[in-house]
T-cell receptor
Framework: AQSVTQPDIHITVSEGASLELRCNYS??????LFWYVQSPGQGLQLLLK??????LVQGIKGFEAEFKRSQSSFNLRKPSVHWSDAAEYFC???????????FGTGTRLKVLA | KAGVTQTPRYLIKTRGQQVTLSCSPI?????VSWYQQTPGQGLQFLFE???????NKGNFPGRFSGRQFSNSRSEMNVSTLELGDSALYLC?????????????FGEGSRLTVL
C-alpha cells in the first residue's frame, strides 16, 4: 500500500537549534517527494521537492532534504531554526503525470525563544 | 500575480444540505486539484482537473463532485452533507498538466456541518 509516515506528531526546539523532521514512504513507482509547510490559517507552501538526480535538495527558507532510497526516507533538515519556522510540516509523495499526492499526517513544530 | 483564490473562506451548513465551493487558479494555470484536510485523516486527495477533464479522483463517495470550466476555474460540490464532511477544503493549481511543477495552494474553504 502507498503511504507516507511522519513519526513525530509534535517537535519542540529552541531557536537557533538544528532541526530534522522525519519522513518515510512506501510507494510502488519511482516517487516524487515533497515537503510543504502550513502556517495557521494558511494554505500549504512548497519548501522543496525531489524528482531525480542529486539526493540532497535545497529548498526555500534554508531548508534541505535528503532522499535515501535504501531507507525509503526523505528527511527535512535545517541547521538553525528561527521562531518564524513554527508551523506544521507535511511530507508528500506523488508520481509523474498526476497531482494525486499522498500526504503524511504532519509534524507540528514549536520553537522556543 | 494573484494567488489561488477560494470562496467562501468559511461556511456553516446543516446535515442534509449541499454546498458548492469555488476555486480560481493562478492566471495561466490549467491544472486544479482539490484536497480535504481534517485533524483525523490529514490531507486526502479529492479530484484533479486539467483542461476541463477530470484526470483523477480520490476515494470519496459520490456525494463529492467537481468540475472545471473553460477559464480553468473549478468548483466542487458536496451533497447531503454529513457531520464528517466538516473540514478544510484546499484547492491547488499548477501551470502544467503533469507533475513536473509546483502545486500552489489556496488558503482553503473551512466547512462546518452542524
Amino acid at each position: 500500500a502507498q503511504s507516507v509516515t511522519q513519526p513525530d506528531i509534535h517537535i519542540t526546539v529552541s531557536e537557533g537549534a538544528s532541526l530534522e523532521l522525519r519522513c518515510n514512504y512506501s510507494y510502488g513507482a519511482t516517487p516524487y517527494l515533497f515537503w510543504y509547510v502550513q502556517s495557521p490559517g494558511q494554505g500549504l507552501q512548497l519548501l522543496l521537492k525531489y524528482f531525480s538526480g542529486d539526493t540532497l535538495v535545497q529548498g526555500i527558507k534554508g531548508f534541505e532534504a535528503e532522499f535515501k532510497r535504501s531507507q525509503s526516507s526523505f528527511n527535512l533538515r535545517k541547521p538553525s531554526v528561527h521562531w518564524s519556522d513554527a508551523a506544521e510540516y507535511f511530507c508528500a509523495v506523488g508520481a509523474s503525470g498526476t497531482y494525486k499526492y499522498i500526504f503524511g499526517t504532519g509534524t507540528r513544530l514549536k520553537v522556543l525563544a | 500575480k494573484a494567488g489561488v483564490t477560494q470562496t467562501p473562506r468559511y461556511l456553516i451548513k446543516t446535515r442534509g444540505q449541499q454546498v458548492t465551493l469555488s476555486c480560481s487558479p493562478i492566471s495561466g494555470h490549467r491544472s486544479v486539484s482539490w484536497y480535504q484536510q481534517t485533524p483525523g485523516q490529514g490531507l486526502q486527495f479529492l479530484f484533479e482537473y486539467f483542461s476541463e477533464t477530470q484526470r483523477n479522483k480520490g476515494n470519496f463517495p459520490g456525494r463529492f463532485s467537481g468540475r472545471q470550466f473553460s477559464n480553468s476555474r473549478s468548483e466542487m460540490n458536496v451533497s447531503t452533507l454529513e457531520l464528517g464532511d466538516s473540514a478544510l477544503y484546499l484547492c491547488a493549481s499548477s501551470l502544467q498538466g503533469s507533475n513536473t511543477g509546483e502545486l500552489f495552494f489556496g488558503e482553503g474553504s473551512r466547512l462546518t456541518v452542524l
